[in-house]
C-alpha cells in the first residue's frame, strides 16, 4: 500500500520529518518497507541555482545573443551567453551551472557543459521555465522576484513540492488502515499518547452536503440485503467531465495511479482518502431510473471495462437498471455502457458495503483484483457510507459542476452497533508482562477512538469503532493497546513471563516424528490412508457403533473407520496386485465410533493409533542369503523397539489365545490393567476378504495411552558406569504354561538393585529329553554396580536369590 507523506499532512497539523514519520508507523504495526522521495520535477532542479544579472550587453559576433555575467553566489561571476530576448541587467534569474542536467518539457533531458558561442565562453545557461519543467511558454527567461536571495537552490526559490511515498506492507487484518484519514488516525494515537501532542485528525468537512432539488431521483432496490448490507447513492446532474485540477492528478500520482477524469479520480480519490469504494454511473444510461441490487440467473454474460465478456454465476452480486440488465460486478469491477464518460452529464454516485465472503468468491471466480474488491474483501466500515458519499458529492460539485439533484437514498436495513469487550486489568497485564496504569490504559483506549461505556476497579465495559473490523474480543483490545504503547516500550525482565501454561504433557506431533525416523530406519514406510471405509468389511457385531455418513463419495465409502486394520489391509491389497508383496508399512491416523450416552443422545468418540502392518518377506533372496518370511516376532521386535525408544518399560504382557474377528490370536500391552498395544496375526476370513495371497501381522499401539504415559514420566539422568557389568546365564526348566514374562518379572523383583536386564536368548522342548510339558529358557541375566567392581560372592548371592525364588514361585528346576 502506498500512502503520500504530503497527502498524510494534510489531515496531520504537525511537521513530523518523514523519516521519523516512517519510524512510528514501523513501530505501530504499519510496517515501511520502502519510502521512495518524488519531485513534481524531474532531477529536482539539481545544480539550478538563483543568480543576478551584472552585466546584459550585445554579443560582439551574433545579433541576436547576449553576453551577460551573472553572480551565483560563487567568488567570481559567471559568463553567459543568453539567446532570450528580455534578459537584462538587474534581474534575478534561474541559472542552470555546468554539469547540471534540464529535463525540458516535451524534450530530452540534456547536460549543461562549458561551451564556447560564437567565440565567446559560456559557463552555465539561463533557463526559461519550459527549460527547467515548470511550464511551457518559451517567450524569454524566467525573471523571479527582486527579493529572492541570490545563489540559493533553484528549488528552494521556486518552492517545489517534494513528496515522499511510503511503501506499507499492510496486514489483511488492519483494513481500518488501508487509507490516509485511517493512516493519520494511527499516528495520531500515538503521538498523544507516547509524545504528549495534543492532536487530531482534521476530518474533511460534509456539513455543507445538501441537495439542490430533487430532478434527478433513482429509485434503488436491494433484493439480496445478506450480499449487500448497506447500499447508498445520490444523483448530480448538470456536470461537466474533464481533465482533473494539478492538486488532484498530483495526490493520485503520488501514489502511482493514472488520472482519467474529475469524476473517476474523485472516486479514486476518497477511496484511496476514506478507504471506502465508490462508482459513478452515467445516470442517463440507468434504465427507468431503478438500480437493482441483485443476483442474475447462472450463464448470464456480461462485458465489463476492460471489453470481456464474462458469464456469471448465480452467486454474483450485479448491480442491475430496471430491467434488469447488469452495469457493474458489484464491489469488483464496472460494465461497458454504463459508465461516466467524457459526454456524461447526469450521475449517480454509489457508495455500498458488501460482504466480503461475496465479493472475494466473485472476484477470484473471474479472476478480477481491483482496488475496490481488495477492500470490500477485508472488510469496510458500514457507518462510513454516507459519509464518503457527501465527501464525494461535495467534489464532484466543486470540481466538475453541476447540482445535487437527489435526496442520498440510504438502505441500511440492519445497522450495526458497536462491538461491546470487556477489558481486564489482570488479563492485560499477563498478555503485556508488566503493570499498565489504568489512566494510561484509558488515554490510549480515547486516542483510537475506543468509547468507554463502564468502568470498575477490575476492568472497563468497550465500544469498539465498527471500522476496527479486526477487534472482536479481549485480546484485540489488547493488541491494539500493545501497538500504541509500542513493543519497544516494555522492558526486559530477568524471567520469562508467558501467557501460555507450561505442562509436562508430551508434544505429541515430536513424538510422532521421532518414532517415524525409527520405524523407517528399520525398514518401515509410512502410508496414509483413507479415514472413511466400507460398512461391508464389519460384521452385524461391529456395526452398532460405527460412525455412518450421511452423504458419502460413494457405496464403498460409507462409514468412518472404526479401526485402522482394514485401510492398512486395502494398501496391502493394491500393492500385492501390483506384485509388490514385501511390505513393512506404518500410518499414525484416528478410528471413530458412536455409542448413546445416558441421556440417548449420540455419543461420538475419536482415538489416535499407531498402525503397523508386515507381510511377505524379511530378507529377499539374494547368492548369500535365503529369504526369510516376515512373522509374529518382527513385529513384536517393531513394537518393542517403538516402546523402548518412547522410554516406555515394565508393562505387563499377556498372550490372548481367543481368536477375534480380526486377528487368530493377540499379545496384549498393558499399563495397570490399560491396553497399550496389541499384536497378532490377521485371520484367514479377512484375508480372503481382502483377496490377500500372504499372511499379514497386524500391530496397532493406542497412541492416546502412549502419550498419558508419557505425560506421567519423569526425565532422569543416570551417569555412564564407571564399573564393568557381568553376565550370568541360567538354563530353566519350566511347565509349558509358564512364560518367560513371568520368569522376568519374578527376576526383577528378587534380585535388586544389581539386575539390570533379563534376556531370554534360547527356548529349547523335546519331550523324550525334558518330560511332559515341560520346557526349557535359557535366560541370561546382567549385574552390574555402579559404585564398585563386583565379586563373585556379590554376583553368587545376587544369582542365588534369583534361583531360590524361581524355584519358589515357578516350580523351576535348573537344567544340568
Known amino acids: 500500500?502506498?500512502?503520500?507523506?504530503?497527502?498524510?499532512?494534510?489531515?496531520?497539523?504537525?511537521?513530523?520529518?518523514?523519516?521519523?514519520?516512517?519510524?512510528?508507523?514501523?513501530?505501530?504495526?504499519?510496517e515501511v518497507e520502502g519510502t521512495e522521495k518524488t519531485e513534481a520535477i524531474p532531477g529536482g532542479l539539481q545544480g539550478l541555482v538563483t543568480g543576478l544579472v551584472l552585466t546584459a550587453q550585445k554579443h560582439p559576433n551574433a545579433d541576436k545573443l547576449t553576453l551577460t555575467t551573472v553572480d551565483v553566489g560563487q567568488p567570481q561571476p559567471l559568463q553567459i551567453v543568453c539567446g532570450a530576448p528580455n534578459v537584462a541587467a538587474g534581474q534575478k534569474v534561474i541559472v542552470a551551472t555546468v554539469g547540471a542536467v534540464l529535463?525540458?518539457?516535451?524534450?530530452?533531458?540534456?547536460?549543461?557543459?562549458?561551451?564556447?558561442?560564437?567565440?565567446?565562453?559560456?559557463?552555465?545557461?539561463?533557463?526559461a521555465e519550459d527549460e527547467i519543467g515548470t511550464g511551457t511558454g518559451h517567450y524569454g527567461i524566467l525573471v523571479l522576484p527582486p527579493q529572492t536571495p541570490v545563489g540559493i537552490p533553484a528549488k528552494d526559490a521556486l518552492q517545489l513540492p517534494e513528496d515522499y511515498v511510503f511503501e506499507i506492507g499492510l496486514t489483511p487484518n488492519r483494513s481500518d488502515a488501508g487509507c490516509h484519514i485511517g493512516v493519520a488516525k494511527d499516528l495520531t494515537a500515538v503521538l498523544k499518547v507516547n509524545y504528549s501532542m495534543e492532536i487530531a485528525v482534521q476530518m474533511p468537512d460534509v456539513s455543507g452536503f445538501k441537495p439542490d432539488n430533487n430532478q434527478l431521483p433513482i429509485n434503488v432496490v436491494v433484493e439480496n440485503t445478506q450480499a449487500c448490507p448497506r447500499y447508498a447513492g445520490v444523483s448530480i446532474s448538470g456536470v461537466t467531465v474533464k481533465e482533473s485540477p494539478q492538486w488532484l492528478q498530483e495526490r493520485l500520482k503520488s501514489i502511482g495511479l493514472r488520472p482519467i477524469n474529475n469524476v473517476v479520480d474523485i472516486t479514486n480519490f476518497v477511496l484511496h482518502e476514506l478507504g471506502q469504494p465508490l462508482h459513478a454511473f452515467d445516470a442517463d444510461h440507468i434504465d427507468q431510473k431503478t438500480v437493482r441490487v441483485k443476483n442474475l440467473p447462472q450463464g448470464t454474460t456480461f462485458t465489463t471495462l476492460d471489453e470481456v465478456t464474462r458469464t456469471l454465476n448465480a452467486d454474483d452480486l450485479m448491480i442491475c437498471n430496471g430491467s434488469n440488465q447488469g452495469m457493474c460486478i458489484a464491489g469488483v469491477f464496472g460494465g461497458i455502457g454504463s459508465g461516466v464518460t467524457a459526454q456524461t452529464q447526469n450521475i449517480f454516485l454509489e457508495s455500498a458495503c458488501f460482504n466480503p465472503r461475496f465479493v472475494r468468491r466473485t472476484a477470484t471466480r473471474h479472476n478480477l483484483r481491483t482496488d475496490a474488491a481488495t477492500r470490500f474483501e477485508k472488510g469496510v466500515d458500514p457507518n462510513l457510507t454516507v459519509y464518503a458519499l457527501k465527501r464525494a458529492a461535495l467534489l464532484i460539485k466543486e470540481l466538475a459542476g453541476g447540482t445535487i439533484s437527489s435526496n442520498i437514498t440510504d438502505i441500511y436495513p440492519q445497522p450495526v452497533?458497536?462491538?461491546?469487550?470487556?477489558?481486564?486489568?489482570?488479563?492485560?497485564?499477563?498478555?503485556?508482562?508488566?503493570?499498565?496504569?489504568?489512566?494510561?490504559?484509558?488515554?490510549?483506549?480515547n486516542a483510537l477512538e475506543i468509547d468507554i461505556l463502564e468502568e470498575t476497579p477490575d476492568a472497563l465495559l468497550l465500544a469498539v469503532p465498527t471500522n476496527k473490523t479486526d477487534v472482536h474480543r479481549e485480546a484485540d483490545v489488547i493488541e491494539e493497546i500493545i501497538r500504541i504503547y509500542g513493543l519497544n516500550n516494555i522492558p526486559f525482565t530477568n524471567k520469562i513471563q508467558s501467557s501460555v501454561s507450561y505442562t509436562q504433557k508430551p508434544h505429541s506431533q515430536a513424538l510422532k516424528n521421532i518414532v517415524a525416523d525409527l520405524l523407517a530406519g528399520i525398514g518401515f514406510q509410512e502410508?496414509?490412508?483413507?479415514?472413511?471405509?466400507?460398512a461391508n468389511y464389519y460384521t452385524e457385531n461391529d456395526s452398532k457403533d460405527l460412525v455412518k455418513l450421511l452423504s458419502s463419495i460413494n457405496v464403498d465409502y460409507n462409514v468412518m473407520r472404526k479401526t485402522m486394520l482394514y485401510s492398512g489391509l486395502e494398501v496391502i491389497a493394491r500393492n500385492q496386485n501390483r506384485k509388490n508383496t514385501d511390505l513393512r508399512l506404518f500410518e499414525f491416523g484416528h478410528t471413530y465410533s458412536v455409542?448413546?450416552?445416558?441421556?440417548?443422545?449420540?455419543?461420538?468418540?475419536?482415538?489416535?493409533?499407531?498402525?503397523?502392518?508386515l507381510c511377505g518377506n524379511h530378507?529377499?533372496?539374494?547368492?548369500?542369503?535365503?529369504?526369510?518370511?516376515?512373522?509374529?516376532?518382527?513385529?513384536?521386535?517393531?513394537?518393542?523397539?517403538?516402546?523402548?525408544?518412547?522410554?516406555?518399560?515394565?508393562?505387563?504382557?499377556?498372550?490372548?489365545?481367543?481368536?477375534?474377528?480380526?486377528?487368530?490370536?493377540?499379545?496384549?500391552?498393558?499399563?495397570?490393567?490399560?491396553?497399550?498395544?496389541?499384536?497378532?496375526?490377521?485371520?484367514?476370513?479377512k484375508q480372503r476378504q481382502f483377496d490377500l495371497k500372504q499372511p499379514v501381522y497386524f500391530a496397532n499401539i493406542y497412541w492416546n495411552a502412549i502419550l498419558k504415559l508419557l505425560s506421567n514420566q519423569k526425565l532422569g539422568f543416570t551417569e555412564i558406569p564407571r564399573f564393568p557389568s557381568v553376565r550370568r546365564d541360567l538354563a530353566l526348566?519350566?511347565?509349558?504354561?509358564?512364560?518367560?514374562?513371568?520368569v522376568a518379572d519374578v527376576a526383577v523383583k528378587n534380585a535388586?538393585?544389581?539386575?539390570?536386564?533379563?534376556?531370554?536368548?534360547?527356548?529349547?522342548?523335546?519331550?523324550?529329553k525334558l518330560g511332559h510339558n515341560k520346557k526349557s529358557y535359557a535366560i541370561a541375566f546382567v549385574l552390574q554396580d555402579n559404585t564398585k567392581t563386583l565379586t563373585d560372592k556379590d554376583i553368587e548371592r545376587v544369582m542365588n536369590r534369583i534361583e531360590a525364588a524361581c524355584r519358589q514361585q515357578l516350580h523351576a528346576e535348573l537344567r544340568q
Open 733 to 742: 526348566l519350566l511347565d509349558k504354561e509358564i512364560t518367560f514374562a513371568q
Open 527 to 534: 502410508i496414509m490412508s483413507a479415514s472413511i471405509s466400507n
Open 595 to 613: 455409542l448413546q450416552n445416558e441421556k440417548n443422545q449420540p455419543q461420538y468418540a475419536e482415538q489416535e493409533h499407531l498402525a503397523l502392518f
Open 752 to 768: 535388586g538393585a544389581l539386575l539390570q536386564s533379563v534376556n531370554l536368548f534360547d527356548i529349547y522342548e523335546d519331550q523324550a
Open 619 to 685: 530378507t529377499r533372496e539374494s547368492w548369500r542369503l535365503q529369504p526369510r518370511e516376515l512373522n509374529f516376532f518382527d513385529a513384536k521386535e517393531a513394537i518393542d523397539k517403538v516402546l523402548e525408544r518412547l522410554g516406555i518399560a515394565a508393562l505387563q504382557q499377556q498372550i490372548i489365545a481367543q481368536p477375534t474377528n480380526d486377528c487368530q490370536y493377540t499379545l496384549a500391552y498393558y499399563h495397570q490393567n490399560e491396553p497399550v498395544a496389541v499384536i497378532g496375526p490377521v485371520t484367514t476370513q
Open 417 to 445: 452497533a458497536k462491538l461491546k469487550v470487556t477489558l481486564t486489568y489482570n488479563h492485560l497485564k499477563r498478555l503485556l508482562g508488566i503493570h499498565m496504569p489504568p489512566k494510561q490504559v484509558k488515554n490510549i483506549l
Open 103 to 127: 529535463y525540458p518539457v516535451g524534450s530530452e533531458p540534456f547536460t549543461i557543459k562549458k561551451s564556447k558561442i560564437r567565440g565567446e565562453t559560456s559557463e552555465g545557461m539561463i533557463c
Open 1 to 30: 500500500m502506498k500512502i503520500s507523506y504530503n497527502w498524510l499532512k494534510q489531515y496531520l497539523p504537525i511537521d513530523l520529518p518523514a523519516e521519523k514519520m516512517a519510524e512510528i508507523l514501523t513501530g505501530i504495526g504499519l
